[in-house]
């Protein structure tokens, strides 16, 4: 058995992105850049107005109030047509270039109307550069704009809009299949007997997958019998992933193991000492990733959120491969009497510029109905028997996506 440092570290050792391929650059949204993307332009094209005002001549505005002629009006998107010299502007509009000659652009709230409309009167001084852009300055032509790695969020996709990338090179999302084993699960559409219940486990594992922009397809229901679970893995390998739940304990039943062993699957590990969720099998097959998981609901929610996540990150090229871990204080006391790092259910929230966090009740790992309330897991280390109210915890960020 090792630890669940050991085990992440194995997986994100072994695991590489996949293959890029080019998409339109809308639809880039979530993924992960595999090229870099240069500027074709500079930016601004030209020295733009930042303000609605008059370009002036800063030296004409030294002693204001001052009455200045205006010689043109310069709509965004028009191209001057007169220099600016000594006692005149042209009015400006916001993301109009600047005129020849001026250096300043003052704004409409620092001017007064006059009686003369073609006069306007300046009633604060500027000073040379004031409220324009200069060409170039956010980037220029041949620059990196956006670097091979970076996650493409909205402003990314701005930028690609910018410069024109309408094709870019994206590290794909994997393809995901999972199976459920189990004698005693029945579909959703189907009424349980007492001795049955649905199948819950595969829909909330596509779920966390799809929420990953992976293409998930379920295989459905498998029996503990042998050849089904061997028919239905050999249907997985086409997948870039292959999610099993349930099957991988040490029952009479739990033939997943063996199976993934026949089939020649390369076993990487098996058991990992966490709480809940030990018996975990990590290996591969060919082109395909294989993650046997707990049947228990929470522990395959719990063991997906360590394992399989990381893994999905990097086969799309992401550096950041991890859900996101912070601290809080602890609002309840906390004890465990399992040497295997825990993951419990818990909420946090902000209130009053502090972060807290409770653990909700729960009853054990099938207990799926007590992670609704939850939006973290508060993991308790190895050597902790007790975590004291008022202390500060680790807790794993559940909700976020980036």
């Excluded at 930016?43 to 001052?66: C, H, K, L, Q, W």
């Excluded at 995901?176 to 004698?183: A, D, F, K, L, R």
């Excluded at 360590?306 to 991890?322: E, Q, T, V």
């Amino acid at each position: 058995m090792i630890s669940v440092d050991e085990a992440k570290k194995i997986i994100i050792e072994n695991v590489h992105p996949l293959e890029p391929v080019q998409v339109h650059f809308q639809d880039a949204l979530g993924f992960c850049l595999a090229e870099e993307v240069l500027s074709d332009i500079d930016m601004p094209p030209f020295n733009r107005s930042a303000m609605d005002g008059y370009a002036v001549v800063a030296e004409d505005t030294i002693v204001a109030p001052v009455i200045l002629k205006i010689i043109e009006n310069i709509a965004a998107g028009g191209m001057p047509e007169k220099k600016v010299s000594r006692g005149c502007v042209s009015k400006i509009m916001t993301g109009a270039s600047v005129p020849e000659g001026a250096d300043a652009v003052v704004k409409f709230e620092d001017t007064e109307d006059t009686e003369d409309e073609s006069r306007v009167k300046i009633v604060k001084s500027v000073k040379g550069g004031s409220n324009i852009s200069k060409r170039g300055e956010d980037m220029k032509v041949g620059q990196i704009v956006l670097h091979a790695g970076m996650p493409v969020r909205p402003q990314e996709i701005g930028i690609l809009a910018t410069v024109g990338k309408s094709k870019v090179k994206i590290y794909p999302a994997p393809t995901v299949g999972i199976i459920s084993t189990g004698n005693e699960l029945v579909n959703v559409e189907e009424k349980p007997s007492s001795v049955q219940i649905r199948n819950s486990n595969s829909y909330s594992l596509a779920s966390q997958a799809r929420r990953m922009n992976t293409a998930v397809e379920i295989f459905g229901i498998v029996r503990d019998r042998k050849e089904e679970i061997v028919r239905e893995i050999k249907k997985g390998l086409q997948k870039d992933i292959l999610i099993l739940s349930g099957g991988v304990s040490m029952g009479e039943y739990d033939l997943v193991g063996d199976v993934l062993k026949e089939l020649g699957v390369c076993i990487y590990f098996e058991k990992v000492a966490l709480r809940p969720g030990k018996p975990v099998i990590f290996g591969k097959k060919d082109k395909t990733w294989i993650f046997a998981l707990p049947g228990n609901p929470v522990a395959s929610l719990v063991t997906f959120e360590l394992f399989i996540y990381p893994a999905i990150r990097k086969l799309m090229g992401f550096s950041s491969l991890n859900r996101i871990v912070v601290k809080a204080v602890l609002k309840t006391d906390v004890s465990t009497k399992r040497k295997r790092r825990e993951f419990r259910p818990a909420v946090y929230q902000w209130k009053e510029s502090e972060l807290s966090a409770s653990p909700v009740e729960w009853h054990g790992s099938a207990d799926l109905l007590a992670t609704t309330k939850a939006n973290c897991l508060l993991i308790i280390p190895e050597e902790v028997e007790k975590l004291s109210k008022g202390q500060l915890v680790d807790i794993i960020l559940l909700d976020n996506n980036y």
